[in-house]
């Protein structure tokens, strides 16, 4: 029942719902993930939603979990560091955009005809690459690889990138990288029988206050402002009529992979853990049924059992609800021991308060004392195994 619950919230979020996805689908569909967590963990203050990011989410199961008596520890820090890493992505993905449309705006200053083709997928089976543009000129067709960095950048004879700082840090072989990139596009050229024409990359830096130094005579590197003189080449010499660009044009985007694209995040496992850190639900008093879920704000979280007023629509008015927390002591199965046993009034009040109530339950058999915390040390041993059964 209680995997039953985490279940019925993972439903509810509609995020990342197909299988896969492609490149430039992928932010929209992390901004949906954040607001979907952020709208179920703060259902109640809608006009708020907006302004919430995860870290506010972080910050109120933190809290929920310390007045719980640090009962989800393991779960939260899952959904943490998932957290983390979800929001890096979102970082990486704004900023590399950011980056390319500062670059790709200035090819718009190219003067002779020209087709922009822009995050290029190529796909030959042993490698996959990004060409985040391919120019197409009258004069020269160009890989553009944009770079989106705060560090001086130093390349060395043999096409090793390196960020320069305190210490030179090896980032890549920018060489073979491009050397790829030129090669799964020369084999998209050939179907249309385009595989002797001449190549260029150049690799345009966003940021114009760094220092770039490149030894490497392969590549040829440029600030943004600098991108449309150095795609554009040599103008006067003509390759290609407009008819072969057209052609170049039609065979690459032929040959652009609409494979998806590899996304490093287990999407499941973070609304697992998002899930089984957070499942509240209340349970009407009167008529025994389950009210809307509710995901408690910010500071406001009680003794488990806790009753609170919701609207019911049996009753057709607010009724006195009580707060059930999957895996707790507390939870539905409980409820209902408790509203069958008639503890509950004509007016959703306790008789006996629950822990005389479940005193009274217990006996004779044993008088054990029946605290919170013994409850939340169940909670927490149950939600161990819960999470065991969803080989976590
Ligand atoms: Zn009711």
Redesign the pocket.
Known sequence: MRTERVNELKANMKSFGKDAYQKSELLDEMFALQQEIVSLTFNQDHAALAELRIWDVEKHLEQMNEELGNVADEELQRFIDGSKTLCNLIKAEISGNRGEAKAFRTLEYIKSKNYVLKNVELNDGDFRTELDAVVITPSAITIVEVKNTAKDIFIDEAGNYFRTGEFLRLDCNIAEKMQIKETLLRKALSTAGYDEVEINSVVVFTNNRIEVQNKFEGIRTCFSSQLSYKVEGDRSRTVFSDKDMEAIKVCIEQAESKETYPFEFDVEQYKTDYASTIVHEFY??????R?IPVHRKYGQFREVGHLKKLY????GKE?N?AECISASKYDSSMFFDEYESGNFDSEGNRILSLSEWKQKKQEPESIADIDQEDDLSEWYEFLTSLLRAFNI
Not at 312 to 315: G, N, S
């Open positions: 009407c008093t009167q008529c025994g049924e009210g019911c629509l049996a009753y009724t609800h």
